[in-house]
């Protein structure tokens, strides 16, 4: 069993609309999780981190984090095209030096 | 500006040569790290540092070689013994171990030819 999973994708989403990119976990001692976005041919950025069960916004982002389902979120409202791009969700289970699991990362494309 | 540089951004290489990935960053960040990227197979570690003259293995370090003489540079060696090089490899760092948040380089791109 992955450590981290999400659904590959692609998701597609009219411009305007709500996105939502799941992700799950299968440690229950993680304690952190965070959202990365990257755009084709680029690195990864953080663009969001959660450690409390709940929702946290910042902007148009939207994380959401389920500890006792194992279940983390991102919402994006009003979907831009700039928007597109692959979302990579990541977990910091503190089980060792080496803990933070990615998965392999929901694309997500925005339509005009 | 602070942050990442990894060179050469494109790198091609023959079968058997060894080739060396640089990484400097001048965050001041204790923790670095090596990571692989394969399309739809997301990130894969391949070795991480903690503190200078420290570092462990990850995933998958079989065929690469590390050193952190420095705290901010962090090169990784693709050697011969590495069977399938060509790969995205991204550098990234960390102000402390754990605490998760990465800071990446932009990348270099290997090609074996």
């Known amino acids: 069993q992955k450590e981290v999973e999400q659904n590959s994708g692609p998701l597609s989403v009219p411009e305007g609309a709500i996105a939502s990119l799941n992700c799950t976990y299968s440690?229950?001692?993680?304690?952190?999780f965070f959202w990365y976005r990257q755009y084709s041919g680029k690195s990864p950025e953080l663009i969001m981190f959660i450690y409390s069960n709940g929702d946290k916004e910042d902007g148009r982002f939207t994380a959401q984090l389920n500890k006792a389902s194992q279940y983390v979120s991102l919402l994006i409202r009003d979907s831009q095209p700039s928007d597109s791009a692959t979302y990579l969700c990541a977990a910091n289970t503190q089980t060792g030096a080496n803990n933070l699991f990615f998965g392999t990362g929901t694309r997500l494309t925005v339509i005009p | 500006d602070g942050g990442i540089t990894q060179s050469p951004k494109y790198l091609f290489r023959k079968e058997g040569q060894n080739v060396t990935l640089s990484c400097e960053q001048n965050?001041?960040?204790?923790?670095m790290y090596w990571y692989r990227q394969d399309p739809g197979q997301g990130l894969r570690l391949i070795y991480y540092s903690q503190i200078v003259n420290d570092f462990q293995k990850g995933d998958i370090a079989e065929g690469y070689s590390v050193s952190r003489e420095k705290k901010e540079s962090f090169p990784l060696t693709v050697t011969s013994a590495q069977k399938n090089p060509t790969a995205f490899y991204l550098c990234?760092?960390?102000?402390?171990?754990?605490?998760?948040?990465?800071?990446f380089g932009e990348g270099s791109r290997l090609t074996v030819l």
């Open positions: 965050l001041n960040h204790d923790a």
């Open positions: 440690d229950r001692g993680s304690q952190s």
């Open positions: 990234a760092s960390m102000l402390q171990a754990n605490t998760g948040e990465l800071f």
